[in-house]
């Protein structure tokens, strides 16, 4: 049985991009999006034309999936779960691309009654890193093009969803990349963490200036960039204390340099401070070639025989059937 539908849960985006990857893809399937925002919904059909099918029940959205790709926030991923844990069909791949993979896979074991789950994230492309869009009309096909597909299956994955999980990834553009979801959320700590908790802090300081209204009429780029993280304000609590210890040593760092910094201007030391920017500067320089290229120390990711995505893309998954647990 070959893939027929995919479900996009969650329209912003992550999720209209990875419609438009599908579409441009050789794979001949119906995608169906669901979102709780139906004018999301109706911008990803319509306007962006990311779906072939807007779907505003969950639970019927989830039902008709053999692909069932989750974009949420990490905060809504349990109840997601829990409403589609016995909907989904017995050879039905669950790709959650939220932000805490730990969490998601212990969700997903409490919640997820068949199918089969696969946490997952898909790395922006070097080009999409600084535009700072998320809305569904800024859905663009290569938006992980040449880039890394971070995969952290449940122990107990049928190889079959895995392999299917490998060659979504590709059909996006991107590159398998096994990892283990506690390291991955204790890398996050520091590149997604700490700038949510810096937005947070900075914004609120500044909200209690006298200047702050003029702030607003003025502020450009750097300010909108840096208070990002704040679209995904429910998430930032799950972040900080997914694991508390790691936070306070990433916050107890910052403060460090935060001083050091301070100690710069009160003495005005203009050429330091200015050696300090022109270092990091071409530290992150650095950083974005790498990413352009795609230039790591690859690991080696397990055997996956592979097949044709777009004639078997769910290999003998779906034709064993029968339940699978998470």
Known sequence: MKTQ????????????SIGLAIKKSPLDVTIIGHDPNEEKGQAALNAVQAIDKFEGNLVYAARKADILVITAQIADIQSILQVIGTEVQPHTLVIDLSSLKRLGLDWAKRHL??????????????????DGRSQTSSASADLFQNSAFCLMPSPKADPQAVETAVNFGIVLGALPYFVDPDEYDG??????????LVSLAMFSAL???????DMLRFAGQPFALSTLSLEQDRDIAHHALQNKQATLRWLDALMAELKAVRRLVHDEEAEILAA????????????LDSRQKNDWDERQSPPIERRSMADHLLGGLARRGGRKDA
């Not at 539908?5 to 209209?16: E, F, K, Q, S, Y």
């Not at 009654?113 to 600084?130: E, F, R």
């Not at 920017?277 to 950083?287: H, N, P, V």
Request: proline share 3%.
């Open 5 to 16: 539908t995919i479900t996009i849960i969650g329209l912003d985006r992550i999720g209209a």
């Open 113 to 130: 009654q068949q199918g089969h789950y696969v946490g997952a994230v898909p790395v922006l492309a070097a080009d999409y890193l600084a």
């Open 187 to 196: 890398l996050m700590q520091g590149t997604e963490t700490l700038p949510a």
């Open 207 to 213: 909200q209690q200036s006298i200047g702050w209204r």
């Open 276 to 287: 300090l920017a022109e270092q990091m500067g071409i530290e992150r320089d650095k950083w």
